[in-house]
């Protein structure tokens, strides 16, 4: 019977050349046939050097059909970072997309912290000890001396300590190791993140034995109170050493002369740093589906079912309230009850909070977190849950993209349109185009909501490229007197466009419309409330001359000014030019300063403006919100939701 040899190409970490594969073909040794498949992180031989590489395929080969004698894999760096098959197929076609080496695509991929380095390390062999030094060149005999001194160095301690150049001290540390003077070996880092551990404390005595070892402990009373605290422990008479620490104050040794009398062991225990830990979240029942709705579902229901040979993209076209979310939570319910995982994207990490409340109390126990604000640590372990399939739901924002997810069967991209879901720094890459292509890797249902969806995926759902489903209601959710959740559709409220250049013809030369100004009056006599919303500061947007065009920026980061009315000493108004990006502030010119034109004119309308508008229609009922504190670039400052005025209301 030949022996079969194992050949595997790896994707090298420390060759990451754009433009460049950078894979090698390495000999998968026997005693590491059972531990090594496609996708496992490895440690391989490079020139001189032991780096990380990913295994991207295993194929067989006779010894005789090799051209050239293949180096050997030297081991698996860490066995359970391992890429499923879709990740390994996703990663060339996000180094091809957008244009990175492929070890970086890879990269995305693996669990936060597994990165090791290889440091080769010197020390003086028992000739090395023996030799005279005066014979021996200076270089070399400073290398061996100085190793004979203080033991086994790394190349890096001895280049810092000899100040030589690294050609000149690698070739005398090669000089002699040829000799055998010296000998090389290689040392790892420690990964930066592992599982954590922690050590457990067990009795192994029944109850029935409780007393008699009590008795026998009675002359040590605090291994006496470790086992009655231990045994109060129901139902395992088990706890964390910490907490036994805690509770009975006692310390190591007391534990380990229990164990030594066979009373308790001592055991290690893998502890799931968990995200959700301290969150209280009760449990939710799904409530009935609106009209709408269930017009939405079934079509996705049918494609999670295969009753569609090509898995489709849905565009879920919703407006604001409309139950996207629940047609999200039904959708999942129905892959995980099919055996299928889930991945639902959120484009900010602000937003995966309240999402992941709404399916932690729908899936308890099934969903894993994943952005950029967990620990390293918890990333790890979710990670890892979701590569053995203990979760079959990830839930986080773009980076979520890469979660090893074996038995992927639906993708959910809420709030499609963002723009954050494009990472900006390198690796560069749109999550909502690899999560369709990984869709298509997988063959995976893909649904995309969103109430105002992106022009590119519209266009998809009108060409029909992509399904477009569509709900048009609101829906209200309210629990009835048998504590069950109903829904019932509300209406849109109604919507007025009014075009002022018509007002204008028509002789109103006022900010508000006629209608907007009728509305109010009404509003304002059944003593209800007004909310005026426009998304501009101060009096005006900007200043311009009207002879030349010239329009004010500011010095320091070239923005557009916004005039402000600001309060000066005597209780007179003055307009400012502010600057929103670093605050910068100058007074209005009253000559234009490239054509010293008087013509200098405001343009534009700002919240100020119409807080005086309001003030000369409605004497006494300015629509000042109040101060709240609210992010402003690069300070942040009490501002008026209304007027923005950082010092008082200016209504």
């Known amino acids: 019977m030949i022996a079969i040899d194992l050949v595997a190409s790896i994707a090298l970490r420390h060759v990451v050349q754009a433009g460049s594969s950078a894979v090698y073909t390495y000999r998968i040794p026997h005693r590491l046939h059972d531990l090594i498949a496609a996708g496992a992180l490895v440690w391989v031989p490079l020139r001189t050097q032991t780096v990380q590489g990913i295994v991207l395929r295993i194929e067989e080969h006779l010894p005789d059909n090799v051209p050239v004698r293949l180096r050997d894999v030297i081991g698996v760096a860490d066995p359970e970072a391992r890429i499923p098959a879709a990740g390994l197929a996703l990663a060339p076609w996000i180094a091809t997309t957008y244009q990175v080496p492929l070890y970086q695509a890879l990269n995305l991929l693996l669990p936060p912290g597994v990165q090791q380095e290889a440091t080769h390390l010197w020390q003086a062999t028992p000739a090395g000890m023996r030799a005279t030094l005066g014979a021996l060149p200076e270089r070399e005999r400073a290398v061996l001396y100085y190793l004979r001194s203080q033991g086994e160095q790394s190349t890096r301690d001895l280049h810092h300590v000899l100040h030589s150049s690294e050609k000149s001290l690698r070739d005398a540390c090669e000089?002699?190791?040829?000799?055998?003077?010296?000998?090389?070996?290689?040392?790892?880092?420690?990964?930066?993140?592992?599982?954590?551990?922690?050590?457990?404390?067990?009795?192994?005595?029944?109850?029935?034995?409780?007393?008699?070892?009590?008795?026998?402990?009675?002359?040590?009373?605090?291994?006496?109170?470790?086992?009655?605290?231990?045994?109060?422990?129901?139902?395992?008479?088990?706890?964390?050493?910490?907490?036994?620490?805690?509770?009975?104050?006692?310390?190591?040794?007391?534990?380990?002369?229990?164990?030594?009398?066979?009373?308790?062991?001592?055991?290690?225990?893998?502890?799931?740093?968990?995200?959700?830990?301290?969150?209280?979240?009760?449990?939710?029942?799904?409530?009935?589906?609106?009209?709408?709705?269930?017009?939405?579902?079934?079509?996705?229901?049918?494609?999670?079912?295969?009753?569609?040979?090509?898995?489709?993209?849905?565009?879920?076209?919703?407006?604001?309230?409309?139950?996207?979310?629940?047609?999200?939570?039904?959708?999942?319910?129905?892959?995980?009850?099919?055996?299928?995982?889930?991945?639902?994207?959120?484009?900010?990490?602000?937003?995966?909070?309240?999402?992941?409340?709404?399916?932690?109390?729908?899936?308890?126990?099934?969903?894993?977190?994943?952005?950029?604000?967990?620990?390293?640590?918890?990333?790890?372990?979710?990670?890892?849950?979701?590569?053995?399939?203990?979760?079959?739901?990830?839930?986080?924002?773009?980076?979520?993209?890469?979660?090893?997810?074996?038995?992927?069967?639906l993708i959910i991209v809420d709030e499609e349109h963002e723009p954050t879901y494009k990472h900006d720094s390198v690796p560069r890459y749109h999550a909502r185009a690899v999560a369709l292509r990984l869709a298509e890797l997988t063959g995976s249902v893909v649904i995309l909501g969103s109430a105002t969806p992106g022009i590119e995926s519209y266009h998809a759902a009108r060409s029909g490229r992509y399904r477009l489903l569509e709900i048009l209601e609101r829906v209200s959710v309210a629990r009835g007197a048998d504590g069950l959740t109903y829904t019932q559709p509300l209406p849109l409220p109604p919507v007025r466009l009014v075009d002022m250049r018509h007002e204008l013809q028509q002789g109103n030369t006022a900010l508000f419309s006629r209608q907007l100004q009728a509305a109010l009056h009404q509003t304002l006599a059944a003593g209800q409330q007004v909310i005026l919303f426009l998304n501009r500061r101060g009096v005006a947007s900007?200043?311009?001359?009207?002879?030349?065009?010239?329009?004010?920026?500011?010095?320091?980061?070239?923005?557009?000014?916004?005039?402000?009315?600001?309060?000066?000493?005597?209780?007179?108004?003055?307009?400012?030019?502010?600057?929103?990006?670093?605050?910068?502030?100058?007074?209005?010119?009253?000559?234009?300063?490239?054509?010293?034109?008087?013509?200098?004119?405001?343009?534009?309308?700002?919240?100020?403006?119409?807080?005086?508008?309001?003030?000369?229609?409605?004497?006494?009922?300015?629509?000042?919100?109040?101060?709240?504190?609210?992010?402003?670039?690069?300070?942040?400052?009490?501002?008026?939701?209304i007027c923005f005025s950082t010092t008082k209301p200016m209504c």
């Open 175 to 409: 000089l002699l190791q040829e000799r055998g003077l010296i000998t090389q070996g290689t040392a790892l880092s420690a990964p930066r993140i592992r599982p954590r551990i922690e050590r457990w404390a067990r009795l192994l005595i029944t109850p029935d034995e409780l007393d008699r070892t009590l008795e026998d402990l009675s002359r040590a009373p605090k291994q006496q109170a470790v086992v009655r605290w231990l045994a109060e422990q129901a139902p395992e008479s088990a706890a964390a050493v910490g907490a036994v620490y805690a509770a009975t104050d006692t310390v190591l040794a007391t534990l380990q002369a229990l164990e030594r009398k066979g009373v308790l062991t001592i055991e290690e225990r893998e502890v799931r740093r968990d995200p959700l830990f301290d969150t209280n979240i009760p449990p939710d029942n799904p409530p009935a589906l609106t009209p709408a709705q269930r017009r939405v579902w079934e079509p996705i229901q049918a494609a999670l079912e295969g009753r569609e040979e090509v898995p489709p993209v849905f565009l879920l076209h919703g407006v604001t309230g409309s139950g996207k979310t629940e047609i999200y939570l039904r959708a999942a319910a129905r892959a995980m009850r099919l055996g299928r995982q889930v991945l639902v994207l959120v484009p900010e990490i602000a937003l995966t909070a309240q999402l992941v409340r709404r399916f932690a109390a729908r899936f308890p126990g099934k969903i894993a977190v994943l952005h950029s604000r967990l620990a390293d640590g918890e990333r790890y372990d979710e990670w890892r849950r979701l590569r053995r399939g203990d979760a079959l739901l990830a839930i986080g924002s773009r980076s979520a993209v890469f979660a090893p997810l074996p038995h992927l069967g």
């Open 542 to 641: 900007f200043v311009m001359c009207r002879d030349c065009g010239a329009v004010p920026k500011c010095p320091r980061c070239s923005s557009t000014f916004t005039v402000h009315n600001e309060a000066q000493e005597h209780g007179e108004h003055a307009a400012v030019m502010i600057c929103h990006g670093c605050n910068y502030r100058e007074l209005v010119p009253a000559f234009c300063p490239q054509c010293l034109s008087p013509r200098v004119k405001t343009f534009g309308v700002g919240t100020q403006r119409v807080e005086a508008e309001v003030q000369h229609l409605f004497p006494g009922r300015g629509p000042c919100a109040g101060i709240a504190t609210v992010p402003r670039a690069k300070m942040p400052t009490a501002v008026c939701l």
